[in-house]
């Protein structure tokens, strides 16, 4: 069974301690911490010690997605804490101001491919640039981004076997013509397929679909429908 749990950020928005209350005695193993929004993000770091997390086996990160230049210093520093506990930190690529500022961060920095709405990242070509700017960095693959960039699955195809090496984590959602998430619908389900084989079982799958409780076995069976782990190609 593939690993398979939540981002805290699509659970409860900006608020992590309700995300994980929400969490706590499913028996999910993995999570993504959400610190979308740059006022998220000192506060998720004074909590971490304190917070209980003994039910995961997969924790990564998220970096804020937009902060201002004068602040990048004090955020990788401030992120530096959470490379150093072996946890991926997820970051978007337009959202780096100087690379090597970045690259003390090693192999925890964990790049995102983008969607229609980003300068930067959104193809394996562009992609590309950024790794070899960051080479010791690994990949986290939104695979419904990869999907609204095209509708094919060719990108998504060429973004799996450019990086399959980096590959660390996956994104799930279906994202929408106004880039929100959304649940998976049939057709992204059937699209989201045409790629399963190239992501490898033991490879955590963060859903990022707004989902409650009631709901959370439901998605993650619509999440392995979509991405079976052994599928005829």
Not at 199 to 223: C, G, H, M, N, S
Request: charged share 25%; glycine share 4%.
């Amino acid at each position: 069974m593939r690993p398979i749990g939540f981002s805290t950020g699509a659970l409860a928005y900006g608020d992590f301690q309700r995300a994980l209350e929400m969490l706590s005695g499913t028996g999910i193993e993995v999570l993504e911490l959400s610190a979308l929004r740059d006022v998220e993000l000192m506060p998720l770091l004074a909590a971490i010690n304190e917070l209980n997390l003994s039910q995961f086996r997969y924790i990564s990160v998220h970096a804020p997605s937009f902060f201002r230049r004068e602040h990048e210093p004090e955020i990788v520093n401030a992120l530096a804490s959470i490379s150093e506990r072996g946890w991926p930190v997820i970051v978007h690529p337009d959202a780096i101001y100087e690379y090597t500022r970045w690259r003390s961060l090693g192999g925890e920095l964990c790049v995102e491919n983008m969607d229609k709405r980003k300068p930067i990242g959104r193809s394996a070509d562009e992609l590309n640039r950024v790794f070899d700017e960051l080479p010791e960095a690994s990949f986290c693959f939104d695979i419904g981004h990869a999907r609204q960039i095209d509708s094919t699955m060719i990108e998504a195809y060429l973004l799996l076997t450019s990086f399959r090496d980096k590959l660390r984590q996956v994104h799930v959602s279906e994202v929408n013509t106004s880039s929100k998430h959304d649940v998976l619908s049939y057709t992204s389900i059937l699209a989201f397929r045409k790629v399963a084989h190239l992501i490898p079982a033991d490879i955590p799958l963060i859903l990022e679909t707004p989902t409650v409780p009631k709901d959370f076995e439901a998605e993650i069976d619509r999440v392995r429908e979509a991405l079976p782990i052994c599928i005829a190609v």
